[in-house]
């Protein structure tokens, strides 16, 4: 059973930055894609961020130029850095890793933004 391990949200100011990471308890090498979701009160949960092993790179339209995807395999760990944040960033962020056919979650970690 894989496990992803979220950390990095907490209280932020506006204009302020966040790292998200994202631990796998496997090699994340051959993964197929690797994305960053939020979801905020009320809301439905969507894609903020996320890249597949062909290349293909997407970011939701309103954090473009404030948000990052990355990886980093030798430490087996996904990364969003978030930056120029703002109170409508505020939500629970989760990341999911696809290996093969199969998604898998992290458990969500918190992102406030408020003064």
């Known amino acids: 059973q894989v496990q992803l391990v979220e950390s990095g949200g907490g209280l932020v100011q506006p204009g302020g930055s966040l790292r998200l990471a994202c631990a796998a308890s496997?090699?994340?090498?051959?993964?197929?894609?690797m994305g960053w979701y939020r979801q905020a009160p009320g809301k439905q949960r969507e894609l903020v961020a996320s890249?597949?092993?062909?290349?293909?790179?997407y970011y939701l339209d309103v954090v473009k130029g404030r948000f990052t995807i990355s990886r980093d395999n030798a430490k087996r760990t996904v990364y969003l850095q978030m930056n120029s944040l703002k109170p409508e960033d505020t939500a629970v962020y989760y990341c999911?890793?696809?290996?093969?056919?199969?998604?898998?979650w992290g458990q969500g970690t918190q992102v406030t933004v408020s003064s």
């Open positions: 999911k890793v696809t290996w093969g056919a199969t998604d898998y």
């Open positions: 496997r090699s994340i090498n051959s993964i197929y894609a």
């Open positions: 890249f597949t092993s062909g290349g293909s790179l």
